[in-house]
């Protein structure tokens, strides 16, 4: 025992070093901050962007330090030479720039989450350290010894205890991260090169979102020269998704991931609308690809005859051979249609100017010709004329006319059938649908932007930004500042922004035309073709990193493999890791959600649950009662109390989720509202009650609103409505692999197969 605490004084002691150099360099960047502050705003406006770039980039180390607080150092590696290494959120070093702690991201961090008995990687010992606050409360050591197995390795979870701890704290409505306890396949898909797309199958609750975040982390420290510039794109579900994951990446220290959602896409945009399984089917097929292309050919057309405008007291004729020779000439360009528009109207003009010469009876002069060519320019009927041939069109108006105008849907339409195409109809000022953005932005790229200024003043910006780098290097020549900490390119664009400054990701966010160096996108087995489509054009490098499960694909657009999914935007550009360890749900209950997957013939992938849980799984019938439940809904409000008693903290961990068919929602969640402050107390109700959706630690929902999410205790209701619903058994099978201690099953008719198999056991 002493021996062990002598040990626990000894790591506490590094660790109040690694602190104490910690808040060290806090003190240094936030007085180095303060004195750029105290500068005040006098002096040249270069001088004043210089201050704001080197506040901004002390700013972005303060809010770093800060977030790397709790669990700072977690881990110790003994080498065999000797050596011994510690590894934490990240890397510090003493004054001399000796090594104190690892960054976890590093190659030399490698081993502590790769290296087993087998390979041990020159590791003697791996030791997990377990701190609460600032105090050491735990140590847990593997000795990778060869000779003390016989020849393979035995099945393995790095560091147990450390997990399982980890995996049975309760939860809040936040993820946490993992980096204290990341497995090694799941290091190994973390570290994987860059390049290329990675898809990442795995069954619920194997670590799919927490290995995308770990490796977007990885991707900004291994990369960070290219990917800071560009950015990284982080597609989510939704955004309560967003917001469950949101504190992870600071908490890695990482901010400027762009997060977002396929509804959210496109800048100005907002899709508020909501389309059935059916029609979001329908505008997920490629097909558009063609429709999109032919609508925007429609507004390209030569008129039934030749127009006859008067201008200037002189008869003109818009001759249906000059708009098709200038249509021509206009779509040699290949400029989107906006911006050929440019060439067509001015091949127009120029044949308009000869007729006008001809009935002159004399050539014009140079400034006779532009004068002229702008009296025709500014014609209304010209115009008109013009216009009609060549119609300057937003994306919006664009695919509304092709929804409300079913002529216009019938003729760039060819391949849907007319019941298809009826489902399409609806009113020009409807909101967007999530399925309309994919499509919109194939329109965007077509139809492109009038952007002749646009074009200019990103030439100015370049010529500036030139200047600002090289100001930016003499500056790092002259205060010596860099240090590691920043680079002339980095600087430079610090200087660039006046007023306040824009991050990369603050750009790239409202630009349709960015593109990213790298796109992670999770449950993307959600995704239409469409939006494959949509994404894959933001990177054009085709850097992804894709997670998901074919097996709980709820969206009739979505994809049940990913060779269907992916072959048409990738073709075969992409390669494939599986993960196989459930990390959330407890034996009992994977094991009964994988039978009634199978059962249900869903593309499963193999399942092995970390750990057992005790009475994981609960199974409860009720009397069938007659169309208005009663018995049901009090069996699940019985339930409810009793789980929120069991699980849910005062503390604000802990969550209970009533999970049911979707048309069940809204009264069931009026019920429990109101027993909970009867069962309860008045107080405990109101705090439940009071609480912010997303913190929310009762809730009812249904099985889509849980995607991707979990919590400590589910109730299941009905899991043969559940089936039966939009999302049919994948939805169950999301449904009931959520809960990381306790699934309870409340049902009145009887169990969808596979669960029969647990109650005949
Ligand atoms: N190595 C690990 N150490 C500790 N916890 C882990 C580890 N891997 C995964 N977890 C935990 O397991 C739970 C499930 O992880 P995650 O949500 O990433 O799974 P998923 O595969 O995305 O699930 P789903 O398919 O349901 O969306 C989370 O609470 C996560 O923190």
Known sequence: ?????????????????????????RRTTRGRLAEVRRAGPSGSPQNR?????????????????DAVEDRLVFGRLDLDDDTVRYVGRIGLTDDEH?????????????????????????????????????????????VLDLDAIDGHDTTHLSGEGALLASLATRRTGRMTDIVATIQAEQDRIIRSELGGALVVQGGPGTGKTAVALHRAAYLLYAHRKVLERSGVLLVGPSRSFLRYIDQVLPSLGETGVVATTIAELLPGVVATGVDTGTVAEVKGRLVWRSIVRRAVRARERVPAQDVRVRVDGHDLVIRRRDVREAIARARRTHKPHNEARATFVREMLARLVDQYAEQLGSALAPEDVAMVTEDLRSDRDVRVALNLAWFPITPEKLVADLYAKPHRLAEAAPE????????????????WTESDVPILDEAAELLG?????????????????????????????STGAGGGLVDAETLASRFEATGPRLTTAERAATDRSWTYGHVVVDEAQELSPMAWRALVRRVPTRSLTIVGDVAQTSSAAGARSWAAALDPVLRDGWRLEELTVSYRTPAAVADAAQRVAHAAGLPVSPLTAARHVEDSLELVRATPSGPTHPVLEQEVLDQVVGLAREFVGSDGAGRVAVVAPAERVPALRRAVESVLQDALGRAEGARLLAQRPEDAQVVVVSPRET????????????PAAVAEGPGGFSDLYVAMTRPTQRLVVVHERALPEGFAERAAA
């Not at 932007?449 to 020549?477: I, P, T």
């Open 707 to 718: 995607k991707g999410l979990e919590y400590d205790a589910v109730v299941l209701v009905e």
């Open 49 to 65: 962007s210089e201050r704001d770039a080197f506040a901004t980039l002390y700013e972005d180390r303060v809010a770093q330090l």
């Open 1 to 25: 025992m002493a021996g062990r605490q002598d040990e626990l004084a000894r790591e506490q002691a590094v660790v109040d070093r690694l602190y104490a150099r910690l808040d060290e360099l």
């Open 416 to 431: 849907l059938t007319a019941a298809e195409r009826r489902l399409l109809r609806r009113d020009p000022d409807a909101p």
């Open 98 to 142: 000796r090594s104190l702690l690892t960054d976890w991201r590093a190659p030399a961090a490698q081993a502590f989450y790769r290296a087993t008995a087998l390979h041990p990687a020159g590791v003697v010992r791996r030791r997990h350290l377990v701190t609460s606050g600032r105090s050491v409360t735990g140590l847990e050591d593997e």
């Open 449 to 477: 932007e009038d952007d002749s200024l646009a074009r200019a003043e990103a030439r100015a910006r370049a010529a500036e930004r030139q200047a600002e780098l090289e100001y930016a290097r003499s500056v790092l020549e």
